[in-house]
């Protein structure tokens, strides 16, 4: 099997569904001739045609509402909002639009479109390269949201959701499009070629949306994790020598409940962990989730460990990541407890 | 697919010429220096809306002024003028490098485009408000603003005004009427008609003026703020910088192919200018001409300044990917530097030797700047802004959630 980073599965998924599908085709900002400025999309056009892989005037509203506008016609497309950042101008169309269009016509219209956005910190990109929104659309009726932590897994969760007849925003977390950063700032990453997540079939293959991933087994506290954060909590459980249950969500929308209650019944403890700031976080849902399945089962309170209520700092960036540190005291104190 | 005959056709634009090809410019065809009238700043919206369509220049390519629209400027603003382009240019090419030495994060430069902010600073009043975008850094130097501050600003050390909060570039400073950047693009352009709006309110005297690239046209913000400019009479200038590129997208993919930047104007019957972007004395003509019309209260001015992006569009791009190597040194308008040189030196009022001199000082100049802000810090994994900094100004009194999230994360 092929060794991919991050950015070649998602490349290949693509170039995957785009050979098998005619209706498959993606734009956006810089996605043409360029290939995207992540390179996600790269060699796309070459190969399939301007009108299948192509440029799209900056104005994210239009993208995500030409989209709509395709799906509806029966197309699948999958447009990149170049990052999650900035998203904004196209909320209402995802919103009012998209999610809601299979309800309010009674299943008449449907909306199988895909939208892909590098989201997350540590790349040093200041408040407009580094936010997390995924609670602004799992907060939505209607969309179903994924974030994927391997390059296995990506390109897998990228194929089912562009199968998935419903919208799907697809979440990509920067930090670890080319290596699997696990939270130390100033140690080396690892490339992804050192993972055994990077071997990646070269063609089809689906990982179903909404089933979680078991990424390690323990017995002493359940950590709940996504995207990069996934691999910043396999580093704290390593330094913390606590034998913690990891699990990585994938899909955040529909959630995995059955394997969380499982975990967490097992355990009786739970710390949960992101990178988007705390307040009406996905964390305050998980939380919720697990107190209300698993509250005869626990032996603590719940912990979250997450950026701070704030916008994303520039030159403070390591104060505001979850790093492991952070994550290590919030187990010891489920431990403690 | 199976094609039917006279079935529909999607058409996605191209560029004339991809890395490997030669420029091709053919297609653009330009009136000659002088050959524009120039209205009253009364005049109706809709008896300008040829100007959408020409092109507003003063200066030919030997750097003779000609026309109505040359404007009454004396030699030694213009030399002035000249001596902020090299030092824009002199400030970008050493930032530019600085980023590339790991002195910083980020960085993006003006060059080619430095006429536009610097005209423009010294046309407008200097308690005018600018928002701009983010290569308009030459109001800044125009204005006279501190050089280690913006260094300061750009290596976010312990001197940084915006305290490590923003990306390099992304300056702040009210007292110099420079609204703090955004990242998201065309969001300043309805904010600043806004300004306007409380200034004429207000019975002030001062107008607004906000500045956003071709691509960012396409943003909603951009259409809103054409409305309300338009609806209010708002006092702004709306400034497009037609550099022709948007990273890797040519100006195609925003609109170009079908009709000039300023046309967009037409429809929402705001005066349209469009001006010869490299030609210092255009810009300075033309915006003029607006503030002139905005102060009468007459309104606002869309100005579609047509220039080229001569550089890469952030140290995170590499536009030989995209675009020919040799394209900018091909664009038929020139550089604007030499070509107010020229026109400085045809006057009888610049010579090589002051040239080569004032170059040596925009060098050494921004070098001492460097020393001294590279002596305060430069950007590293520790930030020069205590964890404790991160919770202030979210609001003006901190709630206590964000206090006990403070004493979180200074406790360790
Ligand atoms: C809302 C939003 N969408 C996308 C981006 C990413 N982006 C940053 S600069 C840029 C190109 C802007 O081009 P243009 O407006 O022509 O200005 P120029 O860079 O040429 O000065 C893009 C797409 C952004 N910053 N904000």
């Known amino acids: 099997m092929p060794s991919m980073t991050m950015i070649q599965a998602l490349n290949s998924a693509l170039d995957v569904m785009m050979e098998r599908d005619q209706s498959v085709l993606t734009f956006g900002e810089d996605v043409g001739y360029f290939g995207g400025v992540f390179r996600v999309t790269e060699h796309l056009q070459k190969k ?58 009674a299943n008449d219209f449907t909306v199988p479109m895909t939208v892909r956005m590098p989201y997350g910190g540590g790349i040093r990109g200041g408040q407009t390269h580094s936010q997390s929104p995924e609670a602004l659309f799992t907060h939505v009726a209607g969309l ?5 932590s391997t390059p296995y897994d990506a390109k897998g969760l990228l194929i089912s959701a562009i199968e998935d007849d419903d919208p799907v925003i697809f979440l990509e977390p920067k930090r670890i499009y080319n290596g699997p950063f696990d939270g130390w700032p100033d140690r080396q990453v690892a490339p992804w070629a050192k993972h055994p997540a990077s071997e990646t079939p070269a063609g089809y293959y689906k990982i179903a949306l909404g089933k979680a991933n078991i990424v390690r087994e323990g017995s002493a506290v359940t950590v709940l994790a996504y995207g990069t954060m996934v691999h910043v909590a396999l580093s704290a459980v390593q330094e913390s020598g606590i034998d913690a249950e990891v699990i990585d969500l994938r899909t955040l929308l529909p959630v995995d ?32 989730l697990v107190q209300e399945h698993c509250f005869y089962q626990l032996e603590a309170p719940i912990q979250r460990v997450t950026g701070y209520d704030t916008p994303y700092p520039h030159a403070q960036e390591w104060d505001y990541f979850p790093t492991p540190p952070r994550i290590m005291k919030a187990m010891r104190r489920v431990m403690e407890a | 697919m199976n094609r039917r005959t006279n079935a529909l056709d999607l058409h996605v634009p191209a560029p004339h010429a991809r890395p490997g090809d030669k420029p091709d410019f053919a297609g653009w065809t330009f009136p000659e220096p002088g050959d524009t009238p120039r209205p009253e700043i009364d005049a109706s919206a809709g008896d300008l809306r040829d100007y959408a369509y020409g092109l507003i220049r003063v200066l030919d390519l030997d750097g003779n002024a000609s ?7 004396a030699a030694e603003t213009l030399r002035r003028g000249l001596k902020y382009m090299l030092l824009t240019r002199a400030f970008d090419d050493r930032m530019y490098r600085a980023q590339r030495q790991g002195k910083t994060s980020f960085y993006m430069q003006s060059f080619g485009e430095e006429a536009v902010s610097i005209a423009q600073a010294l046309a ?4 005018d408000m600018c928002f701009p975008s983010y290569r308009q850094q030459g109001i800044l130097i125009a204005r006279d603003y501190p050089l280690v501050t913006m260094m300061n600003q750009i290596y976010s050390n312990a001197h940084d005004p915006v305290k490590g909060r923003q990306l390099p570039v992304m300056y702040s400073s009210k007292k110099d009427g420079f609204f703090t950047i955004s990242g998201n693009l065309a969001t300043q352009v309805p904010q600043a008609v806004g300004w306007a709006m409380a200034s004429a309110y207000s019975g002030d005297m001062r107008i607004a003026s906000a500045w956003l690239g071709e691509g960012s046209t396409a943003e909603g913000d951009f259409h809103a703020a054409m409305t309300f400019a338009s609806v209010y009479k708002a006092p702004v200038i709306i400034n497009i910088v037609n550099n022709q590129w948007a990273i890797s997208s040519f100006q195609g993919i925003a609109g170009g192919e079908n009709t000039t930047f300023a046309a967009r104007g037409v429809g929402y019957g705001v005066p349209p200018l469009r001006v010869d972007g490299n030609d210092f004395l255009a810009v300075y003509a033309v915006t003029q001409w607006a503030a002139a019309r905005a102060r009468a209260n007459l309104g606002p001015t869309l100005i579609e300044h047509f220039t080229y992006r001569a550089g890469a569009h952030s140290t995170s791009d590499d536009p030989s990917r995209y ?16 070509r107010l040189h020229d026109h400085l ?7 090589e030797v002051q ?21 305060v810090g430069v950007l590293s994994v520790d930030s020069a802004h205590p964890p404790a900094s991160i919770f202030e100004d979210v609001y003006k009194e901190m709630p206590w959630h964000l206090q006990r999230q403070r004493d979180e994360a200074v406790g360790g």
Request: charged share 25%; with cysteine; net charge negative.
């Open chain 1, 48 to 105: 399939y045609g301007a009108k299948r892989c192509f440029d799209a005037p900056i104005n994210e509203c239009g993208i995500a509402a030409t989209a709509i506008g395709m799906a509806v016609y029966g197309l699948r497309p999958v447009i990149e909002i170049q990052f999650a950042d900035y998203m904004y101008p196209a909320y209402d169309q995802l919103v009012s639009e998209a999610a809601r269009i299979r309800y309010r016509s």
């Open chain 2, 345 to 351: 030196v045809a006057m009888g009022e610049w010579s």
């Open chain 1, 257 to 288: 409940i059955d394997t969380i209650v499982a975990s967490v019944s097992k355990t009786g403890r739970c710390v949960i962990v992101h990178e988007a700031t705390r307040t009406s976080g996905y964390g305050a849902e998980l939380s919720a």
């Open chain 2, 67 to 73: 026309g109505a629209w040359a404007p009454s400027i």
């Open chain 2, 323 to 338: 675009r020919p190597a040799d394209e900018g040194r091909a664009w038929p308008l020139g550089d604007p530097i030499g």
């Open chain 2, 355 to 375: 040239h080569k001199q004032a170059q040596e000082e925009a060098l050494e100049t921004v070098r001492a700047a460097g020393r001294e802000a590279e002596k």
């Open chain 1, 144 to 148: 179903k949201t994924v974030i994927p």
């Open chain 2, 124 to 127: 407008l009043n200097v308690d």
